[in-house]
């Protein structure tokens, strides 16, 4: 569309839109443009970051029961890290079932993103059953700790006060091996550091719900000869 307009006296005149259109040579580049932050929901509807701060994040253990496909866990990890979720740590093991595994993943997010972790995982094809673990539940996480063998019964002191055992020990570091809740944990590991901490491995925590609560939404116990979910 032009942006002239003829006037009353049959003479083309310029509109104020035209005059403020850029010319095709002062279109700003790529790289010039503006790029929004934030990531989209479900909608594909981009999240403002800034009302996404306003909502507080908290801790979220996340249970999934899987089939065992090469790859499940890089498309499910893949999937988690594409859309900027905050993964603290992610673990994943076999079941009752033959064929099936489960992942457990903490999170720090708001509601909303643990929401949509939970919809994102369900669409994935080797996904059978993901949701929150509910409730307290029992959480409990392994760690390998090698620190500087200086004083060997200091060492084997602060071992046995947090329930570890030692299982290297050589002149000049010994390795110990922790469990427990994340509380316990760091706890041991700060009455460790005196002693220098050369190493650590840490699995992060795995989780099951207490008492007769499913851990993943409509599993079934491994003892009923059933499919692990219901069908409702």
Known sequence: MSGDAP???????????????PLPGEQ???????HPAGRRNL?????????????????AVISALVEDEPGVLARVSGLVSRRQFNIESLTVGPT????????????????SGIDQIEKQMA?????????????????????LLKVEADDPAAVHAVSEMYDGRTVDAGPETITV??????????????????????????????????????TAPGEK????????????
């Open 123 to 143: 669409k994935l094809k080797p996904v059978i059953s993901v949701g929150e673990v509910a409730g307290d539940a029992v959480t409990s996480e392994l760690v």
């Open 177 to 214: 091996e922790l469990t427990g809740d994340k509380r316990s944990i760091d706890d041991a590991l700060g009455a460790f550091d005196r002693f220098g901490i050369v190493e650590i491995a840490r699995t992060g925590p795995t989780a099951l719900a207490r008492g007769n609560t499913p």
């Open 221 to 232: 116990p491994g003892t009923a000869g059933e499919p692990t979910t219901h069908d409702d």
């Open 28 to 34: 700003p580049g790529p790289e010039e443009r503006e």
């Open 43 to 59: 909608e594909g509807i981009r999240i403002d970051p800034v009302v996404e701060a306003e909502q507080e994040s908290r801790r």
């Open 7 to 21: 006037g009353v006296d049959g003479e083309s005149r310029t509109t104020p839109e035209a005059d403020s259109r």
């Open 96 to 111: 009752t079932v033959d064929g099936h595994s489960r992942i457990t993943m903490v999170v720090e997010e708001t509601d």
